[in-house]
């Protein structure tokens, strides 16, 4: 039987309009299991990007429940959530976040000074990193100095590089033509296939929804529908 790594039970989220509470995550209920390449669907606005933060414990959820394994997320203090954020969680951005006065190995070498790893290591651990995303070469060059798709494949190794248990990745393919998308989730679902990590996956684009093992779609702030591929 497979574990069952991540439990969404009831999940809202409120933003504040001036006096307002809007509703934007309107009663979510997810199981994730350990290894899952999931991609979350839906129209612009319709809380993709809000659910993917509150999993990730980067916004506090209004109410309701989320379990990772066996750490009830959604009751964590701010200090809590920020070593299970650095312990367990990688993250992947459409717009990749990379700071710019910085090598390619020194952002991902970055990542692991956060999660307190020595500095005699924190250069090979990212090297490491960088070579599984095929950007060794690259290495000392700045993000300017590289494309689109090396950016992000940066930003993978990054997300990496402390060998996370879930990466939750928001539009990662969000911003690249459809070769190179289509070279970022072949590397995406290769590393799920042999790391069994669990990625949770953003995304307008339904090419990349192929590579995922279940697909869920939501609208105006709740599943729709959930299917398994
Ligand atoms: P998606 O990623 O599916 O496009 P989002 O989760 O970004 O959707 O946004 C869903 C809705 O929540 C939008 O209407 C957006 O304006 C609103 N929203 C998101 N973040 C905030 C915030 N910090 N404060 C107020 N409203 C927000
Ligand atoms: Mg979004």
Redesign the pocket.
Known sequence: MKLIFIQVRDLKKD???GKTD?N?LKGINLDIEQGEMVALL??????????L?VLGGL?PPTSGEIMIRDYRISDMTENQLCLFRREHLGFIFQSYNLISTMTAMENVALALTFAGVKKEIRKERAIEALEVVGLVERMNHKPSELSGGQQQRVSIARALVNHPEIILA?EPTGNLDSKTSEDIMDMISRLNREDNQTFVI?THDPEAAKYCSKVIH?RDGVIERSVSQ
């Not at 839906?42 to 659910?51: A, E, Q």
């Open positions: 933003f504040k309009l809007i934007i839906g129209p612009s606005g319709s809380g993709k990007s809000t659910f933060n916004v928001d953003v939501m």
